[in-house]
């Protein structure tokens, strides 16, 4: 008889959205179901509980980033799907992001979905998407967070006060000074993200590319520009206040201005699990309502 090892997932969820625990628990059982072993930040457990999920059955408190498992899902939206790519880091450990409010980028299997779509991928019918990261480097290394970012790094003004002008280099080749609010250096897969929202293209995830998109520029002929993403791109800024916010993926540190800074391809991924016969596309035509127009 053939001993067949145990799979292991680890579920990370949005402790701000009740309808996570109704998901999480929908989850569980299909996967206590299949004999998969469950593990659990000890946070989210405690969310878990006090939303009324019964955790009687034998699963496996998380306490720290040391842990190993074939899989995660990621239960929310896309803000949760960026915080379980940061927690799984470098450890290629691939992702299933699960809805539980309105359709994402990332977190693209729906709630109504939940019982099918668990079932095929446990049943192995996906498959597995590798996204590009960023990458923040200083000097100094002053960002204090994980300094990956697989939608955008952001480079803007810290309050209301006058723009800011940030310098910006791509392998060495001097682009241009924007006079700004801001500046996004966005990966194919954040194409969708904050960089769409200030008129930036959109940019399939299999793209090889980055998407400089400056944020409320001063002067109306500057445009987004489309680099390959194997290229280093070299920043630094002046402020009026000396001193400019960088988020990466919504996480910001404060800086102060003339900080060098160098950002390029993360050496690992970010590991999506799609499911079958669903694709880019797809999701573009239901969240953006591609042909959904009254013209008869």
Known sequence: MTNHKQMKIIIFGNKCNVEVAHY???????????????????????????????LSFEHTIIDSDNFSADMAFSIGGDGTFIRTSAKIG??????????????????DV??????????????????????????????E???????????????????????????AWANGTFINSYQADGLLIATATGSTA????????????????FIITPVASHSLNVRPIIIPDSWEIDLKVESRNKQFLIALDGRNNVFNEQTPLKIKKASFTTKII???????????????????????
């Open 110 to 139: 729906p709630g109504d979905d939940l019982v099918q779509s668990v079932n095929n991928i446990i049943d192995g019918h996906y498959h597995i998407e590798d996204h590009a990261l960023l990458r923040l480097h200083t000097e």
């Open 274 to 296: 799609r499911r079958e016969n669903h694709d880019f596309f797809n999701t573009l035509r239901e969240k953006l309502m591609w042909g959904t127009g009254t013209r008869k």
């Open 194 to 209: 904050y960089s769409m929202s200030v008129g930036g293209p959109i940019v399939v995830p299999q793209a090889s590319n």
């Open 24 to 54: 999480t628990n929908e989850v569980m059982n299909i996967l206590r179901n299949r004999g998969v072993e469950i593990m659990l930040e000890r946070d989210f457990c405690q969310f878990l509980v006090e939303k009324g999920v019964d």
């Open 90 to 107: 470098r450890k290629d450990i691939p992702i299933v992001g699960i809805n539980a409010g309105r359709l994402g980028f990332l977190a």
């Open 141 to 167: 290394r002053l960002y204090t967070d994980f300094n990956y970012a697989i939608n955008e790094i952001a480079i803007l003004k810290r309050d209301s006060s006058s723009m800011i002008t940030i310098h």
